[in-house]
């Protein structure tokens, strides 16, 4: 079975197998951010984007951006790495809005 892996994604070593399984599992994390704010969008009908999206977003960023690394592709490398500053700066935002809601109600 492991073999039939590693000729599937064309990878030579059980590491690198690893690394494809993190790679998809990162990309199911990223992708899920999508399905949270759809179904959001849906249920209040109109366009929202709930704090979930981002910790989807910066679980799927963090560990694409470990794979990025891993493969050392500076292109995939630069792009995570801005969307990780993108997404710890809208929780940020999100966050000090309710500081300042519970301190004047």
């Known amino acids: ?3 039939a892996a590693l000729d599937f994604f064309k990878v030579d070593t059980r590491a690198e197998l ?3 399984i993190i ?11 999508f399905i949270i704010q759809w179904i959001a969008s849906e249920k209040q009908r109109r366009s929202v984007v709930p704090e979930l999206f981002w910790w989807f977003s910066i679980t799927g960023g963090v560990t694409l951006l470990a794979y990025a690394i891993h ?3 500076p292109v995939f490398i630069l792009g995570q790495s801005l969307g990780v500053v993108i ?13 300042t809601t519970r301190q004047n109600p």
């Not at 710890?88 to 999100?94: D, H, M, Q, T, Y």
């Open 71 to 73: 493969r050392q592709d």
């Open 87 to 99: 997404y710890i700066r809208n929780l940020w935002l999100i966050y000090a809005e309710k500081r």
């Open 18 to 20: 690893i690394w494809v």
């Open 1 to 3: 079975m492991i073999e």
């Open 23 to 33: 790679g998809l599992g990162a990309q199911l994390l990223f992708s899920m951010r």
